[in-house]
């Protein structure tokens, strides 16, 4: 979660000169915006454990944790009206960033629409 900023970008850099270091590079896994406010707002969580599961799931619909049969509720974070402000921010305050990084040709755009063990494969390969 940092840089979430240019300011804080700039700042990082500039320490990362002094000490004779810099970002190799960043990975940005693209999601339009509808499909991450569909991810964020169907996330459910056991009471019990905190293991995660997603809205259209059988544990969600029965409202029961599949390990510990713990009671499944939505984080108030993670409601549709409050993932959609939260992204507010992010694409004011941290997507310059995406810009930033890909000038200074240290972007790696992934397309987060691929399934799991193509993103995972495709982050491992742009970070060797």
Do not use: H
Not at 53 to 60: F, L
Not at 114 to 127: F, G, L, M, P, Q
């Amino acid at each position: 979660g940092f840089p979430r900023s240019l300011r804080q970008a700039e700042a990082l850099d500039e320490a990362l000169v002094k000490q004779g270091q810099g970002i190799g590079r960043v990975i940005y896994i693209n999601v339009p915006e509808d499909e991450l406010v569909r991810r964020l707002s169907g996330r459910w969580v056991c009471r019990s454990c905190q293991s995660p599961y997603q809205c259209g799931c059988a544990e969600v619909t029965e409202g029961k944790c599949s390990r510990c049969q713990g009671k499944l509720y939505q984080r108030p974070d993670d409601t549709a009206e409050t993932v959609k402000e939260r992204l507010k921010v992010y694409f004011s305050k941290t997507a310059p960033l995406i810009e930033y990084y890909r000038l200074k040709g240290k972007l790696s755009e992934i397309d987060g629409m691929a399934e799991i063990s193509e993103v995972t494969k495709r982050i491992i390969s742009a970070i060797k």
